[in-house]
């Protein structure tokens, strides 16, 4: 089975460099025309199933690579982004925000552990290879998501991880 991994395109917190997380923002102009490139760089990929999460900016993005494929799309809520809780919404500079982030194993405040957000993707990562194995699958999610299944098909160093952030509208592949 081959994975497609996409990150949605750009939002007005995207490019204020705030943290996003599980707040819904559409995208921008700019993420829009992302969404766009997107969608014909996957039209030849021979996508079978498209899988996002329902927050409005995988949404948007999503529905681009839609209308270039004709492939539905289907929405599962655990590739919604990590909730960072008290976080959302701040410059994702500040020190109290990293040291934070390097405590995996605790949650934000008002929000998810990085245990959280690793058990709900890995399930449905186990979920997608026993439903489509012989199939090409897209996944369009969000920055933590996205490094947290490369995290699946890779062992990182925990600074690896935590400075792994994929740009707007980046794909990657996987084989399962």
């Not at 920055?143 to 925990?158: A, C, L, P, Q, W």
């Amino acid at each position: 089975m081959k994975l497609y991994v996409a990150r949605h395109g750009q939002t007005d917190w995207n490019s204020e460099n705030r943290v996003c997380g599980s707040t819904n923002r559409p995208l921008t102009d700019l993420g829009k025309e992302q969404a766009k490139a997107l969608a014909e760089n996957m039209k030849d990929k021979g996508i079978d199933v498209i899988i996002a999460s329902p927050m409005m900016r995988a949404m948007q993005t999503a529905g681009a690579v839609s209308l270039a494929t004709g492939i539905p799309v289907m929405m599962d809520d655990r590739l919604r982004e990590h909730d960072y809780g008290t976080f959302e919404g701040i410059d994702r500079t500040k020190d109290e925000y990293w040291q934070q982030k390097y405590q995996f194993a605790a949650k934000f405040p008002q929000g998810e552990s990085l245990f959280d957000l690793a058990q709900r993707v890995y399930n449905l990562l186990d979920d997608v290879k026993k439903a489509y194995p012989d199939k090409t699958v897209l996944l369009v999610c969000h920055g933590g998501v996205s490094r947290m299944i490369k995290t699946y098909f890779e062992d990182m160093t925990n600074d690896e991880f935590f400075h792994y952030s994929p740009e707007n509208a980046f794909v990657a592949e996987y084989e399962m």
